[in-house]
């Protein structure tokens, strides 16, 4: 018997079609996020490249405008308003100068910026109930704090609670 020289082969080894099919796809995949980035770059660029055409318009618009002159402005105030002063200074330094608001108004101010709340809820906070009646006063509160009830209600629980 004769033997014959024989060499060992690795074994090739073969994907099957499911993983090729998964190497195709994720090489797509990536080429796809490539040409969107590239995409998106190329969009960038172009909202760039607008507005900076856009600002250079502006720019040109603005510099197109006639120049205004403080004597076009006064002249114009005396039209419209038939106020007669000699610069803009004195226009600003007269605003400034107009009288105070009347003591009630100041204070009603105060209170909406203090609290951002309205007309209404600066009458209750200043109202004097130094002058009311006890039972008054009583109906007043329930309305407030208790909206489900109408006056026949607060009038039964007053008469209920109070006698």
Do not use: W
């Not at 618009?61 to 038939?82: G, H, T």
């Not at 101010?109 to 109930?129: Q, V």
């Not at 009311?132 to 007053?158: A, G, R």
């Amino acid at each position: 018997m004769e033997f014959k020289q024989v060499k060992e082969v690795s074994p090739i080894e073969e994907k099957s079609t499911q993983e090729v099919e998964q190497d195709l796809l994720d090489k797509h995949e990536e080429s796809l996020k490539v040409s969107d980035v590239n995409k998106d770059v190329s969009e960038t660029n172009n909202a760039v490249e607008e507005t900076i055409v856009e600002e250079d318009k502006v720019e040109q618009d603005i510099a197109d405008l006639p120049e205004i002159k403080d004597e076009d402005v006064l002249s114009y105030i005396k039209e419209r308003y038939n106020k007669d002063i000699s610069s803009v200074d004195e226009l600003f330094s007269q605003q400034q100068e107009n009288s105070p608001l009347p003591d009630e108004v100041s204070k009603y101010l105060d209170f909406k910026k203090e609290t951002g709340r309205g007309f209404e809820d600066f009458i209750k906070a200043n109202k004097n109930y130094d002058n009311l009646e006890d039972d008054q006063i009583l109906k007043e509160y329930y309305s407030l704090t208790e909206s489900d009830l109408d006056s026949e209600d607060i009038e039964y629980l007053m008469e209920d609670k109070f006698g």
